[in-house]
């Protein structure tokens, strides 16, 4: 059997893809004491069990600051420059309320939250805005199906032929053939006596 190499190819750029759509929208969990992890693009919701506020920060680098979004006023602001040169930072300290509380990071570099406590605190990273996963989502679509046309148009699409319902046979029923016996009607005169050919000779 001929292997058909463009279908094959087609299929290995679908999978790619779906594992890049995947990994690219698929949220990161964090869990325990002393937290801490890198914040990426999207919002990351953060569950305290306790019932005081716990001392948290959001450590960037460079020279760029950087603003936290949220819906919680006391989660909100902007990160203040630490030091000079190379080796400046950018540093936001706030405290974490009791409860689940959302926030998301705009323009930031490399933003690390952690916090010391003694507190089992619950994480969720969103590698993503919401804007973002959309348009991956839509990317990622439109080349699965180019990929999946190329690979039907390279074979003459002939599943198509598969899904088309087929056509039952019509059974036409035998009909009974009677033998007919055809009676010879040589040597039959015209009042329908039989005359033989062997009669008596004319003497």
Known sequence: MKMNWKVIAAIVVSIAVVVWAISSVVPSSFNGTNLSFGVQGGPVTINNPSNEPIAAQLLGTGTRTFTVSSSAEALGGTSTRQGTGATATQLFEYALPPGASTFT??????VIFSTTTDTNLTATVMPRTDNEVRFILIIAA????????????STGHQWLAALRPRQAPV?????????TV????????RDGRMYSNYGNEDK
Request: glycine letters at 6%; proline letters at 6%; zero cysteines.
């Open 105 to 110: 990071i705009l323009r930031g570099a490399n």
């Open 142 to 153: 439109v080349v699965i199906v180019a990929a999946l046309f190329f690979a039907s148009q």
């Open 171 to 179: 059974l036409v029923p035998a009909a009974a053939a009677e033998a």
């Open 182 to 189: 055809e009676t010879p009607t040589s040597n039959r005169g």
